[in-house]
């Protein structure tokens, strides 16, 4: 049987927890890939240096009540002087930027917009706050560069927060942007730091799932949509997201480190197809590579422990159906077979050392994050130094040419109204010259109704009989 044969692939508990609180307790990022001080000298710009973030919030709100709109530059100059607001304050601010998230200036924001919210929210730890305004993409529209990124999951990976560090890995495996190296390993390390967890703690992959199931209400709409299912923005299984977020690390990767977690990215995203193929591979293939044992064990357990689900005998109706009607699903027979196929290649496995004993992910990933941070953190602050530079001196030229505008716009309407008045002068000198041209106008000036006799007929109701008839 499976269990048999995977039972020697079992880590001993007592070296896991070791293994768990050492990789907890190691550093990532030094303290100098913040760029504080370069980052805190950005609030002495003439642009920022003069503006209090209090009133000009007002100011802001004034102008969404009356104008229904403000520009991307007062944006941007709002959230780099966030830091400056009591936390009381915070949830104002969030207003304002869900509703400038919903004008057509929202395009125009600025690439320091984001940077400095975040920054802001972290330095105030408003954790909560801000994994809401990043989910939240269509209410706010708040998206990770590569810098905040890498200091969002080094600074939840240092205070064992491991879930926020993997939620960061989420929304960089489904915006599909791995080009930073550094990004790619952090985002890697959270994810293995967050099913060590998990492990560790089985019962939060259960935690708050009888919170989701609501009542279901019906509700009268104009016209019917099918639910699509697109298995990338409808995941909302943690552990489904996870998987997904490994085999999109790793899929381009090579080697027993990516292999093992590209294997464990299979089970848990629930494609066991896929991670039998690749099991398959290395029997079949010439080239080296193998898996852990690790590895294999975790993708038998979640092969496992897979819910399955039978075909319903009676369809829904179009207005019935649901996103979770339309999610994959695997029924015992598929199950059945995926495991008789993992056992038939278990042996094979063996006989051709495609599993290696000895390997250690833990160990194996932390050292190539190290590395890479050690080849890109000089590489990151240089370009941070060089980034708030080119942000700051693109925040003045916005606003110089956003102050251009209004006076350009200010002189135009003067120009107007000093042109109204002039033919207003002309005319009243003019007069006697043209009263006769004037006299002539004013008899072909449309006739209107007294006020007196629109009142009587908005008094008068006709009888029911006699609204159409013709006078």
């Keep these: 049987m499976a269990s048999c044969g995977l039972r020697r692939l079992v880590l001993q508990q007592k070296h896991f927890k ?9 550093t990532l990022l030094s303290e100098a890939y913040s760029c504080n001080d370069a980052w805190q000298r950005r609030l002495q710009d003439p642009v920022l240096l003069k503006v209090d973030a209090g009133s000009f919030g007002v100011k802001l709100q004034e102008q969404f009540d009356i104008v229904g709109r403000v520009s991307a530059i007062d944006m941007d100059i709002f959230a780099n002087k966030l830091i400056e607001l009591d936390v009381v304050q915070l949830d104002f601010a969030q207003q304002l930027f869900q509703r400038f998230r919903r004008t057509d200036e929202t395009v125009r924001m600025l690439e320091s917009t984001p940077h400095a919210l975040i920054r802001t929210l972290l330095d105030l730890k408003e954790y909560s706050r801000l994994m809401t305004m990043l989910k939240d993409k269509i209410g706010y529209g708040i998206f990770l560069d590569d810098i905040s990124a890498n200091l969002l999951m080094d600074h939840f990976i240092k205070r064992n927060m491991f ?23 952090l985002a890697w390390y959270a994810c293995h730091l967050r099913l060590q967890q998990l492990q560790a703690s089985p019962e939060e992959q259960t935690e708050g799932a009888d919170e989701d199931e609501e009542e279901m209400q019906y509700v009268k709409v104009k016209y019917i949509l099918t639910p699509w299912y697109d298995d990338h923005f409808d995941l909302n299984k943690e552990t489904q997201l996870l998987g997904k977020t490994l085999v999109s690390i790793t899929r381009q990767e090579t080697g027993t480190l990516a292999l093992s977690y590209q294997l464990i990215g299979w089970g848990l995203y629930e494609k066991f197809e896929q991670g039998l193929a690749l099991l398959q591979t290395l029997v079949g293939g010439t080239e080296a590579g193998s898996v852990s044992a690790n590895a294999l064990k975790l993708f038998s357990e979640a092969l496992k422990n897979i819910e399955t689900k039978e075909k319903p005998e009676q369809e829904k109706s179009a207005g019935e159906l649901t996103l979770e009607d339309v999610r994959p699903y695997i029924t015992q027979d598929q199950k059945e077979a995926y495991i008789q196929q993992l056992e038939e290649l278990l042996p094979q496995l063996d006989s051709s050392a495609r ?12 050292a190539l994050t190290q590395t890479t941070v050690e080849k890109m953190e000089a590489i990151d602050v240089e370009d941070q130094n060089a980034m708030f530079k080119e942000w700051s001196q693109r925040r003045q030229d916005m606003l110089d040419a956003q102050i251009q505008a209004a006076r350009t716009k200010r002189k135009k309407e003067e120009i107007v109204n000093r042109l109204l008045a002039l033919k207003d002068q002309e005319e009243r000198l003019s007069y006697f010259d043209q009263n006769d041209q004037i006299t002539v106008g004013m008899s072909k000036a449309p006739s209107y109704k007294s006020l007196d006799m629109i009142q009587d007929e908005e008094q008068f109701v006709a009888a029911p009989g006699e609204r159409q008839r013709k006078k």
């Design 163 to 185: 879930k926020e560090a993997a939620c960061i890995a989420f929304d960089l495996m489904l915006q599909e942007d791995w080009s930073h190296p550094l990004s790619r390993r």
């Design 355 to 366: 599993v290696n004993e000895q390997f250690m992910e833990g160990e194996a990933l932390f």
């Design 18 to 26: 070791t293994f768990l609180s050492y990789s907890a307790r190691r």
